[in-house]
């Protein structure tokens, strides 16, 4: 049995939409496998998720067994910390100014 890649998965799972539809969204068989490639599709999408967060899982564990705390946190930050500083908004960099812009911005959004 061949395994589908994900992409695979939504073109047959959003391609198995048409058919159904033209045919008035009957629950026989069309639906039926409308259902199946659906759930195979979402499945891999959860399979995925739950394997990228066991591998940052498995790194900080590895990490921290074998005592290197470089290791570890360098894992850690990759994982949790954000690696993108936004240092202008709208053309100014100075803190106080951002958030003087940022305040009223809210201010008028609150308003209206």
Same mark, same amino acid.
């Given at each position: 049995?061949?395994?589908?890649?994900? #992409?695979?998965?939504?073109?047959?799972? /959003?391609?198995? $939409?048409? @058919?159904?539809?033209?045919?008035?969204? @009957?629950?026989?068989?069309?639906?039926?496998?409308?259902?199946?490639?659906?759930?195979?599709? +979402?499945?891999?999408? +959860?399979?995925?998720?739950?394997?990228?967060?066991?591998?940052? #899982?498995?790194?900080?564990?590895?990490?921290?067994?074998?005592?290197?705390? /470089?290791? %570890? =946190?360098?894992? =850690?930050?990759?994982? %949790?910390?954000?690696?993108?500083?936004?240092?202008?908004? $709208?053309?100014? *960099? $100075? @803190? $106080? *100014?951002?958030?003087?812009?940022?305040?009223?911005?809210?201010?008028?959004?609150?308003? *209206?």
């Amino acid at each position: 049995m061949k395994v589908l890649i994900h #992409t695979e998965l939504y073109y047959i799972s /959003t391609d198995s $939409d048409e @058919p159904w539809k033209a045919a008035g969204k @009957p629950r026989e068989q069309l639906f039926s496998k409308r259902q199946s490639y659906r759930a195979q599709y +979402r499945a891999r999408i +959860r399979k995925k998720e739950s394997q990228e967060t066991e591998s940052y #899982t498995n790194d900080l564990y590895e990490a921290f067994l074998s005592k290197s705390n /470089t290791a %570890f =946190w360098r894992c =850690w930050r990759s994982q %949790f910390e954000s690696h993108s500083k936004c240092s202008q908004v $709208d053309g100014c *960099v $100075d @803190p $106080d *100014v951002i958030v003087n812009r940022y305040a009223c911005h809210f201010q008028k959004s609150i308003l *209206v």
